[in-house]
């Protein structure tokens, strides 16, 4: 009886692993979560004396045995005539019920090393009964060495399979990356079986390391490509055909130079010529429209010229990411985190510019100095984050209300300045006192029966006199502050 309890326990653990592991994945389950899935304790678990990689080792016999439950099934699906369609065939079939279970297949192999030997035989005998169709054909079609050919297509086609995963593939593009060396496996006696042998190591170990470099460029977002000047010829690795939304066999030279945002295109053939004829290093970033998606990429190219064969070999990065991060960086460092307006040295900078400007092409400049009245009333009154929503008001008021060309920005606490391009004297003191009376008639709920209203003081000042600097200007619309305030307040005077 308590052996037929543990056998219960023993099937009701290992399907609860196998939801479990294609679910959450296998290393994320433990045994305390199979423990719990079969409403059980982990010392109840643990004594049925099956590890973690036992339980998995079971789950794969589990699924090995639906696959040859299946056999029957999968011999109607097979078309073709000859010896290598109908094993293409039958691989695909297999394909398609493996890449049901992925998450588990996946780490078979990489933890087969922990399972016991009873488990090691029984996966082995499986595998047999798996690929006796193979074994049938070849049988029928007279190649010697059978089992040792068996062994080499089982291989072959897991090393499709894993190649085809990792690059989000389907059955076909397992059979295409196998096709080549399965012929191999198929070839009359004459070729022996070290000769068959030899070749599919040379093909695996080249077929993983450019599997390793394809992981790795589609990693790391880049790519590798060689353009053969004389030919007028492109070849490009997977990192760098996805890169441009492309496959590789569709990346020729006509497709990427018109895949570059036209305001780059002359900047490209200049550092072109100037590699090919002057050795000057090609390290350009710019920008493209991928084919697939029409996404706009930010990219790095680097390249270098094989003058003597007349080739450019180059790689890409896609920096779209950097790029967006460099940019919110410099936004953050440019920007007022409570108002979302210019920070104090950024409107510096740009008020210098628009002065520099005005001076130039003898434009008209205004600069408004801002402050709240009775600002440190509202605080002590309503508290620091009721000051806050006056700060933001008063942002919002001067954005609807001033031009797009108007430069805004927070440069102390409760100060603000403004930059009025094209405008001076009475122009700008009417924009002023727009402005005034603008703030002075917006009324916000601080609590449902509470409402909040402030005034603002206005000094303005305008460029009179080409030798005033930017902090000149500040200090004559301060001092017309200072007078706006010392006039009692909501009120606008000029200097």
Known sequence: MLTKNADSLREQVILAAKTLFMTYGYEAVGMRNIASAVGKQPVQVYRL???????????????????????????????????????????????????????????????????????????????????????????????????????????????????????????????????????????????????????????EVTRLSEARLNRAELVSKTGNWELHLDAQLIFASLGAAKIYGLTSDKFDLTAIQQMARPEYRSKLDASLNNL????????????????????????????????????????????????????????LAQTDPLTGLTNRRHFMQLAEYELLRSKRYGGELSILMIDIDHFKKINDNYGHHVGDLVIQSLSNTCRNTLREIDIIGRIGGEEFAIVLPQTAGQPAINVADRLREAIANTVFFQEPNVSIHFTVSIGVTTLTDKQYDIETLLRFADKALYDAKMDGRNKVCFV
Request: one cysteine or more; hydrophobic letters at 40%; charged letters at 25%.
């Open 49 to 203: 004396d099956l590890s973690k990689a036992d339980i998995l080792a079971e789950v794969i016999i589990a699924l090995n045995a639906e696959q040859i439950a299946e056999l029957p099934r999968l011999y109607s699906q097979i078309t073709g005539t000859t010896l290598f369609d109908r094993i293409c065939s039958y691989l695909k079939q297999l394909y398609i019920l493996d890449v049901q279970y992925l998450p588990i297949r996946s780490v078979g192999a990489a933890f087969g090393w922990m399972w016991s030997k009873e488990h090691e035989c029984r996966v082995i005998e499986q595998v047999g009964q798996l690929v006796k169709p193979v074994a049938d054909w070849m049988l029928e079609a007279a190649l010697d060495d059978i089992p040792a050919r068996c062994i080499g297509i089982w291989s072959l086609y897991y090393v499709g399979y894993r190649q085809a995963v990792i690059h989000g593939g389907n059955a076909d593009d397992c059979l295409n990356a196998i096709k080549p060396s399965l012929r191999f496996f198929l070839v009359s006696p004459d070729i022996s079986t070290e000769d068959l042998i030899a070749r599919r190591q040379i093909e």
């Open 276 to 331: 090919l004829l002057h050795d000057i290093p090609y390290d350009i970033e710019y920008q493209i429209c991928t084919a697939d998606t029409n996404e706009i990429k930010d990219v790095r190219s680097q390249a270098t010229f094989d003058r003597e064969h007349r080739i450019l070999f180059g790689v890409i990065q896609d920096i779209t990411e950097r790029k967006m991060v460099e940019k919110e960086l410099e936004r």
